[in-house]
């Protein structure tokens, strides 16, 4: 190991220590990653802060302005009045909030469908007098499970960039259209009854009821409500049309990309909306910028440069070398079980993509190499790193509920813990005979 990546490795400790130790807030100390990697030049000022112009980040950012506009209408209450009636069981909310989490994850992100629903069960929490901590993450687990499970929105295409990875490597791709669906069915199906029977159960109690959308700012001092307009029919009208166009205008640049439109992200009407959310005066300056500083743009912005760095000094192809020499010669079974394993635990501390983009490419080079069908190990690669459920800052979506709910680090980690044993048993039991390597 190089001096380098032992400077990484050193952030990373001092920054797990501190969080598991309680010392700091999780959003306080990430930002000491970029800070001490630029500090000791392992990565140059650009490099450390480019999650300040990180599309996803400005995304979150923008998102979070728009929502807390909504959140002072009264769409979210009569939304939530409308998906679950008054003393509904825990069962039901759950199911409640199943609707439109399958509807809007047929086009966008996890992180994008937390910021939409995740009001909305926090109004539902406080009619019906229920902890969030009970409700956020079983919620989270349920937009994992249905997000881009259908290929129609911006993903219906991802089966061709893995086939060009194979062919360009001279192999041959084997991926089509239904591949990722097909992968995923035990889980929409397996995953989202464990999530309704055992979801809401093995969450723990913090007895954070939240207050009813409107109440706290009605009953807050007058110098203390940052200077908000009163939300008349008019605004709240404005607020309504603001945020709709948002989301349908998110759906069109997903969709737009199927269709082979180029050009149009998914940022650029979050952005459009959230600046809209002020100028037709629907919400001070302060507020919209009060709305940015929520803790998950931080964690993201901290996190990031970590990846940069792995990739920057080789580190993560030293990862992916150790990984080939030690299991690039044992049964294929093994092989796609150590894959997914080795997978899942790097993305609690990475990003989801980064761990991907690395060990899709290891499991590309060993099908090839060894003329096996791709499919099995790069899925393998591709569902392990997307399970980051254990650790806060391994993907934005729990990073937001770990917020939301109000979970320490140990309540996230044994919620996360029972879910990944089970995706991990989905996979080595049905993966293998549905793909197998040979």
């Not at 809007?104 to 902890?131: D, H, R, T, W, Y």
């Not at 591709?382 to 806060?392: A, E, L, N, Q, T």
Request: with cysteine; proline share 5%.
């Amino acid at each position: 190991m190089t001096t380098q990546m032992w400077i990484i490795l050193a952030v990373f400790v001092i920054f797990l220590t501190l969080v598991l130790s309680g010392k700091a807030k999780i959003h306080v100390a990430v930002l000491l990653i970029p800070i001490v990697l630029e500090i000791t030049q392992v990565l140059t000022f650009q490099e450390a802060w480019s999650g300040l112009t990180n599309s996803s980040v400005i995304m979150m950012a923008s998102m979070f302005v728009v929502c807390a506009g909504l959140n002072r209408t009264t769409l979210v209450a009569k939304l939530s009045r409308a998906i679950i009636k008054p003393g509904a069981s825990d069962l039901q909310i759950m199911l409640g909030m199943l609707i439109p989490i399958i509807f809007l994850g047929l086009f966008i992100n996890g992180m994008a469908i937390c910021m939409i629903v995740i009001p909305l069960l926090s109004q539902v929490c406080a009619e019906q007098k229920k902890p969030m901590s009970k409700f956020v993450f079983p919620v989270t687990m349920l937009i994992g499970i249905w997000m881009g499970a259908f290929p129609i929105g911006g993903n219906a295409a991802s089966y061709i960039t893995l086939n060009t990875i194979v062919e360009n490597l001279g192999g041959v791709g084997t991926f089509d259209y239904f591949t990722n669906l097909v992968v995923r069915i035990p889980y929409l199906i397996i995953g989202t009854i464990l999530v309704l029977a055992i979801g809401v159960k093995i969450a723990p109690d913090n007895g954070n009821i939240p207050a009813i959308a409107g109440q706290a700012e009605a009953n807050a001092p007058a110098g203390r409500k940052g200077g908000s307009a009163p939300v008349t029919p008019e605004i709240e009208k404005r607020i309504m049309i603001i945020f709709t166009a948002t989301v349908l205008g998110i759906i069109g640049c997903a969709l737009a990309g199927v269709f082979g439109v180029k050009g149009l992200q998914v940022w650029y009407p979050a952005m459009l909306g959230a600046v809209l959310m002020v100028l037709t005066g629907c919400m001070s300056d302060r507020e919209a910028i009060g709305a940015m500083g929520n803790p998950v743009v931080f964690l993201t912005i901290g996190n990031l440069p970590l990846a940069t760095a792995l990739t920057k000094t080789g580190a993560d192809q030293l990862i992916a070398d150790l990984f080939n020499k030690t299991f690039g010669h044992m049964n294929p079974i093994i092989i796609m079980a150590a894959m997914f394993l080795i997978s899942m635990i790097l993305t609690q501390f990475l990003t989801n993509a980064a761990v991907s983009n690395v060990f899709r490419m290891l499991a590309a080079i060993l099908c090839v190499q060894n003329g096996w069908d791709p499919r099995g190990l790069m899925l393998a690669a591709i569902r392990g790193s997307d399970c980051g459920f254990m650790y806060p800052v391994a993907n934005p979506a729990f990073t937001y509920a770990h917020e939301a709910g109000g979970y320490t680090v140990k309540q996230h980690f044994k919620m996360g813990f029972v879910y990944s044993i089970v995706w991990f048993a989905i996979f080595v039991v049905y993966v293998p005979i549905v793909f197998p390597l040979v």
